[in-house]
């Protein structure tokens, strides 16, 4: 992972959000991590993964004796 301080990031932003595109780079302050700059593509990337985790995960919980039957849905809705 790529590091740098925070310093360098005020002084030349554009370096890290250019550096950020391929791997996420790690901003430190006083040689703590304080956060952390993702690439666009790869925050979209997370941000499906965790979407797909999450309807994954609802399936796998999801009751479906207590189903309502597709016919009434269609009724309710007025799609007859």
Known sequence: MNVVNISELKTNPSAVLS????????????????????????????????????DGKAIDEADYKKGTPLEKVIKELGLE
Request: cysteine-free.
């Open 19 to 54: 550096s950020a595109n391929d791997y996420p780079v790690a901003i430190k302050k006083r040689n703590k991590t304080t956060g952390y700059v993702v690439g666009k593509d790869i925050f979209e990337r997370l941000v499906t993964f965790v979407e797909d985790y999450i």
